[in-house]
């Protein structure tokens, strides 16, 4: 193995354990993300690193990762990823099969989009009634809020009117969160296999997720309904109903926390930076006026988007992806063999300060150069190499702040620090508190 190693040439640590590999490393790291940083900072763009028994390359800046990324690979890395954390097949497909799929994924995020834009407006309301009715002083637990409302509006977006019961969404939500919680750090320090209590709650909670989408899409099929929603693309794609209930799985688990995790971060970030959150009120204002919020105006909102691409690059909303390396590959002048894990540590990318300048700053404005979002682009962040979850989680999120902020002045809590929480998603550590105040 060592020697296999050498031939590849990557700097990098060897292993610390023969069975769990870099596994303890990553662990006294406190995330896999920090643990990159320090590894990238020690060894330069291109490291290595063992994952149990297996070599693991990472890329940590664009330049390497411009030299990886393949525009014609439609496997996103994230969900890469997510399929190899939940044991699913990784989508062998052809690549006609993969392009057909992305097309789905594609059409299905457009269409539950413009069909549900009306209950995504509804739900939104709501949370801002709520909100209204609050003396000024109260202190609003945001985290827990956003997560409420992803759960509400995603599940009734992806898999339909089951989720109109708010029973259905709290048990999804459990559900949720216990294979989320093993997803984001359970398989990632082994300390999942290593507990058999955890492990049983696990694949329960699998389980029972799996048996409602099983469920959901048995009752979708043949019966035409009249809000679209996004399981509705994929049933009627020529999938078979195992890759219709993985994909399904994957999109419901990622979308709902990364809904959950970009409004809470956007809204954290706006009660930080007062001068942003008058410049995005101004924009709702010049857009919307007194006028109806339409799906045809939220795409006029420019700003609003460099807020989210800003809120995304902060936060450092999915620090890590990966792919599997189908043939041997070349980066500097580095060879990766074959069956290579490569890492994608989009983390340590978006706090390059050769790539942003005073990267730490929360700058919706250095979106304004085309170059920084092209950039932004070719990481998967935004436009055709997007993940879908992603450009779902933009959608809903952007309804709910164009509410939210023309009406209301949203403000951090005194003396609160925010500590970051890294895992497949970014969260904080302990809730997030805010206090809001009406515009009029």
Not at 219 to 239: A, P, T, W, Y
């Amino acid at each position: 193995v060592l020697a296999s190693r050498q031939a590849a040439g990557i700097p990098g640590i060897t292993p610390t354990e023969e069975k769990d590999g870099n596994l303890p490393d990553i662990v006294n790291s406190g995330s896999l993300h920090e643990f990159l940083v320090n590894l990238h900072e020690r060894y330069g763009p291109v490291v290595s690193f063992w994952f149990g028994g297996r070599l693991v390359v990472s890329l940590g800046t664009v330049d390497v990762l411009k030299q990886h990324i393949n525009p014609n690979k439609t496997l996103d890395p994230f969900e890469t990823m997510l399929k190899s954390l939940l044991r699913y097949q990784s989508g062998g497909g052809s690549v006609s099969e993969n392009h057909m799929r992305k097309k789905l994924y594609e059409n299905g995020v457009t269409n539950s989009l413009k069909s549900n834009f009306a209950l995504l407006l509804k739900l939104s309301e709501e949370l801002l009634d709520k909100w209204l009715s609050y003396p000024e002083s109260q202190h609003v637990p945001l985290s827990q809020h956003m997560l409420g409302f992803a759960m509400k509006s995603v599940t009734q977006m992806v898999m339909g009117s089951t989720f109109e019961d708010d029973q259905e969404v709290v048990r999804f939500q459990k559900n949720h969160g216990t294979v989320w919680s093993e997803i984001g750090k359970g398989f990632l320090d082994g300390s999942l296999d290593k507990n058999t209590t955890r492990k049983k709650q696990y694949e329960d909670a699998l389980m029972q997720l799996e048996s409602i989408l099983r469920n959901i899409i048995k009752e979708r099929k043949g019966r035409n309904f009249s809000q679209h929603v996004f399981i509705d693309s994929l049933v009627q794609g020529n999938l078979n109903d195992q890759q219709i209930l993985e994909d399904s799985m994957i999109f419901s688990l990622a979308s709902c926390i990364i809904t959950a995790k970009l409004c809470t971060w956007a809204i954290c970030f706006l009660t930080t930076s007062e001068e942003v959150q008058k410049k995005l009120y101004e924009e709702l204002d010049q857009v919307f006026g007194n006028g109806p919020i339409t799906p045809e105006k939220i795409e006029q909102l420019r700003y609003c988007r460099h807020v989210l691409c800003e809120t995304v690059r902060t936060a450092k909303l999915t620090p890590v992806s990966a792919r599997l390396q189908d043939i041997e590959g070349k980066i500097d002048q580095f060879i990766i063999p074959r069956e290579t894990l490569v890492l994608y540590a989009l983390g340590v990318v978006l706090q390059d300060p050769n790539t942003w300048p005073s990267p730490h700053r929360f700058d919706p404005d250095r979106f304004d150069d085309e170059l920084v979002m092209k950039t932004f682009s070719s990481l998967g962040f935004s436009g055709t190499q997007e993940c879908p979850e992603l450009r779902f989680a933009y959608m809903v999120t952007t309804v709910l702040l164009s509410l939210l902020v023309k009406r209301l002045h949203l403000l951090s809590v005194e003396g609160q620090v925010i500590e970051t929480k890294y895992e497949l998603v970014t969260s904080s550590r302990e809730e997030a508190w805010i206090t809001v105040s009406k515009r009029y």
